[in-house]
C-alpha cells in the first residue's frame, strides 16, 4: 500500500504556531507536522477538568517531545457546564461502538472555544497560524471537527481581532481532516513520533490503562490495525 504524505505549507523564517495539544495522538501529529514545516512551536493544553486528566500528563510528553518553546496550560473548568460524559461523571461513557450521531462524548463547543483562546494567544504573540489536530474521516460524529467549521472559524477571527481587521489575517492549519486513523498512525510513524507518549482513553480503568471500548479507544485500535503498527501505548 502507498502511504500518502500530508505537508503544511513551508513556515516563513521565525514564524511561530500556536498548536492545540491535548496529549493525544491526533494532537502530537498535528504538532509534529508543524514543526516539520518549520514553525517555532507554542503548544496550548487546555485543562477543561476532563475527566480523563490523565491526558493532560502526557500533553506535556508531546510538548516537549514536539520541542515546543513554551507550554501553556490553561485552566478552564467546562464541567461548570456539563453537558457531556467528558465533563459530567453522572453521564456515562458510551462503549458500546462508534455509532451514528453526536455522543454522549461531545463537549458543547468545545474546539470553538480551545481555538478561541488559541487564536488569543496567537494574536498577542504576533503568530498567524493556529493548528489543531481534527479528524473529519474516522472520528465520532463531532461537528466542530468538520472543514466547514474551520472555513467558518478563520472568516470569524479576520472580523474579530485587530490583526484581521487589519489584512493579517489567521490560518487554522487542520493537516488530519482527511485522514483515516491508520494514515494519522503511519504519519506519527514517519515523523518518529512516540505513540506510548500520548494517551486517547476517555475513560480511563481504576489502574490507569485505558479502557479499550469506548470510542477513541476503538478508532485507536482500528487505525494501529489497519496500518499494520503496533500501539505502544498498550506494551
Known amino acids: 500500500m502507498t502511504t500518502k504524505t500530508w505537508t503544511m505549507k513551508t513556515a516563513q523564517p521565525g514564524a511561530a504556531i500556536v498548536a492545540l ?11 509534529g507536522l508543524a514543526r516539520e514545516a518549520g514553525y517555532r512551536l507554542f503548544a496550548l493544553t487546555i485543562d477543561y477538568n476532563q475527566r480523563h486528566r490523565v491526558e493532560l ?35 456515562a461513557v458510551q462503549k458500546t461502538g462508534v455509532e451514528p450521531g453526536i455522543p454522549a462524548t461531545y463537549v458543547p463547543a468545545r474546539n470553538t472555544i480551545f481555538l478561541s483562546v488559541a487564536l488569543g494567544w496567537a494574536e498577542a504573540s504576533g503568530a498567524h497560524d493556529l493548528a489543531i489536530g481534527i479528524n473529519a474521516l474516522d472520528y465520532s460524529g463531532y461537528p466542530d471537527c468538520r472543514p466547514e467549521f474551520i472555513s467558518a472559524f478563520e472568516a470569524m ?36 513520533l512516540d505513540v506510548g507518549q500520548t494517551w486517547s482513553c476517555y475513560d480511563p480503568l481504576p489502574n490507569g490503562r485505558p479502557c479499550g471500548r469506548c470510542d477513541s479507544c476503538r478508532l485507536r485500535a482500528k487505525g494501529f490495525s489497519e496500518a499494520g503498527l503496533t500501539d505502544t501505548l498498550l506494551l
Open 21 to 31: 495539544i491535548s496529549g493525544g495522538l491526533d494532537s502530537m501529529v498535528a504538532g
Open 57 to 91: 500528563e502526557a500533553a506535556g510528553r508531546v510538548a516537549s517531545m514536539l520541542g515546543a518553546e513554551r507550554h501553556v496550560v490553561l485552566p478552564l473548568d467546562l464541567s461548570q457546564f456539563g453537558g457531556s460524559s467528558l465533563t459530567d461523571t453522572n453521564i
Open 157 to 192: 477571527a479576520r472580523q474579530a481581532t485587530k490583526a484581521g481587521v487589519e489584512g493579517q489575517g489567521f490560518t487554522v492549519h487542520a493537516p488530519l481532516s482527511d485522514m483515516s486513523k491508520a494514515d494519522i498512525a503511519r504519519e506519527a510513524a514517519r515523523l518518529g
